[in-house]
């Protein structure tokens, strides 16, 4: 029944179209390899990257360590290198809180293989194959 409802509330109201499953086990591999976005825009430069700093202290903890062809590359400077755990873990910043989110998939990113969460479709396949066939046939009596 909760998770009904709670597939209600993010399909309908929050517009999603993924909920997350699983728990987090600490691998620390989502801190090591970040993009950052910024409404629609994935940062590119530096310079972009500068005028974000003072927007949000999440920001002020990363660094740059590459750019592909999505953008530039980040890693967190609070994630400890030899335990891989967050040094701020009580304190991490919501967007940290709230990952992985869908929007990791619109900016092509995956989860990775080590993650212990999945995103699943809140509505399945089977579904929408479902409500396909019922539309057909109401509408080809
Ligand atoms: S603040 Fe902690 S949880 Fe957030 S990206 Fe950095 S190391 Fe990871
Ligand atoms: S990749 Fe997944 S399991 Fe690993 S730290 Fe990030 S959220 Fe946790």
Aim: glycine share 6%; charged share 30%; proline share 4%.
């Amino acid at each position: 029944m909760f998770l009904a409802i709670k597939k209600f509330i993010l399909a309908k109201i929050l517009r999603r179209k993924y909920y997350r499953t699983g728990k987090c086990n600490a691998c620390g591999k989502c801190c090591r390899q970040i993009y950052v976005k910024h409404y629609k825009h994935v940062i590119q430069n530096e310079e972009e990257f500068k005028k974000l700093q003072y927007l949000h202290r999440f920001y002020t903890y990363l660094k740059v360590i590459g750019k592909d062809e999505t953008g530039l590359i980040f890693e967190c400077t609070n994630l400890d290198p030899v335990t891989h755990k967050c040094k701020i873990h009580k304190n991490r910043p919501g967007i940290c809180r709230r990952y992985p989110q869908e929007e990791l998939f619109t900016m092509g990113g995956a989860l990775s293989d080590d993650c212990g969460y999945k995103m699943e479709p809140i509505i399945s396949f089977s579904e929408i194959l479902e409500k396909t066939r019922k539309r057909k046939i109401s509408s080809n009596p």
